[in-house]
């Protein structure tokens, strides 16, 4: 028989562990946690109490603004950046919250799940490749706050996102979500980026393309279904993989979508006021400091600049085949007023502001504009354009063609590079980006090199900004601030009115000697397809060569009277030359004579009383390497008339027909047969007489026109006597022939 012992436990054990028990560290932990929690949410609440959502920042287009064109007719303007709910696809809908928020009907402005998930993915990446944002937290990123990276942007974001569940429908909420987001290609919202890359209508998508347009927001770049169609069509199969995993379509619906083709489309031109409005859009948010979304929801009053007439003939243009060197290429023209700075016209192909190199075009505003005001040149300074290197770069002109000793104003006419380079080591490297940002051009620091005298910048340049720096030479060098906006009218007050902003950034006569140059260009230079024209303009191109097909990448032309200045961009797609923008610009020259009335095309520009002419001696001056002034004695075929300001000095040379120095050498050969020898070198522009006196009178032994080097032998008869040798130096102007020098040597033979 066993027996069992129960023992007791030991008083001092019990006390021992009730003692652990209650005073354990783990539950005081956990408590000082759950203290620090109810804390931290308590204050978050308090802190996101003090956020008030902007009404003004959401896309709901509650009051949209009216439109009226320069004669007081009102525009067509629908807002493209609002979808209403009920204009959404269910398989947009599906797309977009399977992909980037599947729990979004559920939450109520953030998702804690994910937040957890992405701190874990986080710490284990050791650092921040998930945000876990939901897509009313996006909307309040693109509408209320930047794209900064912190943890207080990302309460901000949470906390506005709450107040925005708090009062909109979630329907609303998504609306607006699409309304605002961006699919590259300059598509802000749903309504444009269908419109961009399928030309449809939101309602008219099918599943393929709603995936499509729901995995591009990730990376516009990277899943571009026009630039990356492997990687967007990639990224589409996978939100379809999403989708049916979380049931919105069956395995029928995901293979039929999966197998269709990327089937991109070019969107068909807009209306002709639709680009315009666009710019007018853009400069009364900036001018009123508001939003777009805020002018949305305004009922502003805006007067425009805008010309319907002058906008049609653009728009027929750019559509015109015969413009262009193919049917791909991208244009875009403007015309400005230059008088009051109003934009009358503006156009794009692409439907929206072009932003390119402006290749020789830049080389009046930032090479020779500062040259002259500085007096570094004359418009008759003799540079020899030829292949030189700088620091081991070799500018090269079009078609490796140097011209040798010209001008300024046959540089200009040429578009010589190497001249325009030099003249730009002339001025130094500053002074090219402080006279481009005069011009209105964005130029950086990193352009002080001499690469921008050839229109190689780090930031494009714009139709509207080469026109308004153009216009500052029809304006005697005052730059004239351009305008898309006369007015605009806050419930019958006016809240602002344009006034013609104009400074003066370069002298009147510096404006009038580039014009004059520029008018010369379509005489007989690079832009002289402008040349049938019935009145005079000034005009200059510039292209720009792609480094890896070696084709023009860009072409402009941009021209000027007295009264419009217009500019012209053709490019993207292997423009062959700039002359087809010439040839562009001419049929719009053309056009807005016939068709605009009660415009003065044949008013010139007035020249200031301080520019003077003068006869250049051409011939001198290239000899000199120095301005030489005509003299009465120079030829008329070596006299050129230049204008000069008159308050600049130039240096100028001797003329090499005035009391012209010559020698020649004269020595006595010996022998069974001595004779004379005399020699000399002669130059083209001199006629040469070469006399010689002796016993038996004057005798002329020689006489030639132009440039030898002569040798001769004489045998004279002295009987002891001396024998003189004169060598005359004559010049013909028409059939008049002068003296210009004379030299006598006497020799005992």
Not at 394 to 404: A, E, R
Not at 438 to 464: I, M, R, Y
Not at 503 to 517: G, N, Q, V
Request: charged share 20%.
């Amino acid at each position: 028989m066993t027996t069992l012992i129960c023992m007791k436990k030991p008083r001092y054990l019990l006390k021992r562990t009730k003692f652990a028990v209650i005073f354990s560290p783990l539950p005081i932990i956990f408590g000082i946690l759950l203290l620090i929690l109810a804390s931290s949410l308590v204050a978050f609440s308090l802190w996101a109490d003090s956020f008030q959502v902007d009404e003004d920042l959401l896309p709901m287009a509650k009051n949209l603004p009216v439109f009226y064109d320069i004669n007081g007719n009102k525009m067509d303007y629908i807002s493209d950046n609002y979808i209403s709910p009920d204009d959404i696809p269910t398989n947009l809908k599906n797309a977009f919250v399977a992909l980037e928020d599947k729990r979004f009907y559920s939450h109520s402005g953030y998702d804690p799940y994910r937040i957890v998930g992405a701190v874990v993915r986080n710490i284990k990446s050791g650092g921040a490749v998930e945000g876990a944002s939901t897509i009313t937290q996006q909307l309040v990123k693109n509408t209320h706050l930047t794209f900064e990276k912190t943890i207080t942007r990302k309460l901000k974001e949470i906390a506005l996102a709450t107040k925005i569940e708090e009062k909109y429908s979630k329907d609303q909420i998504f609306s607006m979500y699409l309304s605002v987001i961006y699919f590259g290609g300059g598509a802000y919202g749903i309504k444009s980026a269908s419109k961009l890359y399928f030309d449809k209508a939101v309602e008219d998508l099918t599943l393929s393309e709603c995936a499509t347009l729901a995995g591009i927001i990730k990376s516009p770049t990277k899943y571009s279904p026009t630039n990356q169609p492997e990687n967007s069509k990639e990224r589409r199969n996978l939100v379809l993989e999403v989708m049916h995993k979380q049931g919105y379509i069956d395995d029928a619906q995901l293979e039929k979508a999966k197998s269709e083709p990327l089937a991109t489309s070019t969107p068909k031109k807009s209306s002709t006021s639709k680009f315009f409005i666009d710019m007018v859009i853009n400069q009364v948010c900036e001018t009123l400091n508001i939003t777009k979304y805020q002018l949305d929801n305004s009922g502003l009053t805006i007067h425009t600049t805008f010309d319907h007439n002058i906008q049609r003939i653009l728009t027929e243009n750019s559509n015109l085949t015969s413009n262009f060197s193919n049917s791909n290429v991208d244009n875009s023209s403007i015309v400005l007023d230059n008088d009051t700075g109003y934009v009358l016209a503006y156009h794009s192909s692409l439907d929206y502001e072009v932003f390119r190199q402006l290749g020789s075009t830049i080389k009046p505003l930032v090479v020779y504009a500062p040259a002259l005001e500085a007096g570094s040149v004359s418009l008759a300074t003799p540079i020899n354009d030829e292949q030189i290197s700088f620091g081991g770069w070799s500018p090269k002109n079009y078609g490796d063609k140097y011209f040798g000793i010209i001008t300024p104003r046959e540089a200009i006419k040429k578009s010589s590079n190497t001249v325009a380079v030099k003249i730009a080591s002339y001025i130094g490297e500053s002074k090219l980006v402080e006279y481009g940002r005069k011009f209105n051009l964005t130029l950086t620091d990193k352009d002080k090199n001499l690469t921008t005298a050839l229109g190689a910048t780090e930031k494009g340049q714009s139709p509207l900004r080469l026109a308004t720096a153009y216009s500052t030479f029809a304006n005697e060098g005052q730059i004239v601030t351009p305008t898309f906006v006369r007015t605009i009218i806050d419930k019958d007050r006016k809240i602002w009115t344009h006034q013609t902003n104009s400074k003066p950034i370069i002298s009147r006569e510096t404006a009038y000697l580039i014009a004059d140059c520029l008018y010369d260009t379509v005489e007989d230079g690079t832009a002289r397809s402008l040349s049938s024209l019935p009145f005079k303009v000034a005009a200059k191109t510039g292209t720009v060569s792609d480094d890896k097909s070696g084709q023009n990448s860009d072409a402009w032309c941009v021209s000027f009277n007295k009264k419009y200045t217009l500019a012209v961009w053709h490019g993207d797609s292997n423009e062959t030359g700039g002359g087809h923008p010439t040839k562009h610009a001419s049929n719009l020259w053309k056009d807005l004579h016939q068709t605009t009335e009660k415009v003065d095309f044949y008013r010139e520009i007035e020249k200031p009383d301080s520019i003077i002419s003068l006869p250049v001696d051409t011939y001198s001056t290239k000899e000199n390497m120095q301005v030489t002034l005509a003299m009465s004695l120079t030829p008329s075929k070596y006299i050129s008339n230049e204008i000069f300001t008159a308050s600049k000095s130039v240096n100028f040379g001797k003329s090499l027909f005035d009391n012209c120095e010559i020698d020649f050498d004269i020595s006595i050969k010996n022998g069974l047969n001595p004779m004379v020898i005399i020699s000399f070198d002669t130059k083209e522009m001199y006629q040469y007489t070469l006399t010689r006196k002796d016993v038996f009178g004057e005798k002329i032994i020689y006489s030639s026109t132009g440039k030898t080097d002569v040798q001769l032998s004489d045998n004279p008869i002295s009987f002891g006597l001396p024998i003189t040798y004169t060598l005359d130096i004559f010049v013909s102007n028409g059939n008049e022939r002068k003296l210009v020098g004379t030299c006598t040597k006497t020799i005992m033979f």
